[in-house]
T-cell receptor, first 114, second 113 residues
Framework: AQSVTQLGSHVSVSEGALVLLRCNYS??????LFWYVQYPNQGLQLLLK??????LVKGINGFEAEFKKSETSFHLTKPSAHMSDAAEYFC????????????FGGGTRVLVKP | GAGVSQSPSNKVTEKGKDVELRCDPI?????LYWYRQSLGQGLEFLIY????????KSGLPSDRFSAERTGGSVSTLTIQRTQQEDSAVYLC???????????FGPGTRLLVL
């Protein structure tokens, strides 16, 4: 069975400051890992994904995440927050053998202060 | 090209009524997924279709929930005898092969009164 834990349901950052969203996973097989973003009243948009290639993954809008197997982590970062980054972020894990159905973390809502 | 579309965007129904939610996947995508997003349970998997294979129904919360996918394209999620706890946003996603990125629709917001 897979599971995902996101530390912090709400994060507040100042514009221009580092964004760090934490994600830890549990999986019995090598996982695929994802970060999705959800803007108000919209569906989920893929930010980036890890599929067993490079451990440092770069995504859209300046976000990146690093897969650390020893720590079972896949934290999301962005060096400088922008007002448009205010949204909810979801970390997810999937197993290829299970049709890649996604198991999501609880989500982290990001507030960006001017 | 067109993304995943869902209809209706909002649905208000009375407890005990049946509802049907529709998903149009991206053309050519063989895999289709339904998820539910609710305040109490977060985002959870419901059901997965891949080509002509039997669907993976392991996430359906009760036998009041069912889904079908006709002609390998459009899917309908049906909830019978709706309950207030069914109130949630129902999200559909599709993937080209089931091993690739899932693209999500905007969701259907269901409110059961």
């Amino acid at each position: 069975a897979q599971s995902v834990t996101q530390l912090g349901s709400h994060v507040s950052v100042s514009e221009g400051a580092l964004v760090l969203l934490r994600c830890n996973y549990s999986s019995s097989v090598p996982p695929y890992l994802f970060w999705y973003v959800q803007y108000p009243n919209q569906g989920l948009q893929l930010l980036l994904k890890y599929t067993s290639a490079a451990t440092l993954v770069k995504g859209i809008n300046g976000f990146e995440a690093e897969f650390k197997k020893s720590e079972t982590s896949f934290h999301l970062t962005k060096p400088s927050a922008h007002m448009s980054d205010a949204a909810e972020y979801f970390c997810a894990v999937s197993e290829r053998a299970a049709g890649n159905k996604l198991t999501f973390g609880g989500g982290t809502r990001v507030l960006v202060k001017p | 090209g067109a993304g995943v579309s869902q209809s209706p965007s909002n649905k208000v129904t009375e407890k005990g009524k049946d509802v049907e939610l529709r998903c149009d996947p991206i053309s050519g995508h063989t895999a289709l997924y339904w998820y539910r997003q609710s305040l109490g349970q977060g985002l959870e998997f419901l059901i997965y279709f891949q080509g002509n294979s039997a669907p993976d129904k392991s996430g359906l919360p009760s036998d009041r929930f069912s889904a079908e996918r006709t002609g390998g394209s459009v899917s309908t999620l049906t909830i019978q005898r709706t309950q207030q706890e069914d109130s949630a946003v129902y999200l559909c996603a599709s993937s080209r092969t089931g091993l690739e990125t899932q693209y999500f629709g905007p969701g259907t917001r269901l409110l059961v009164l």
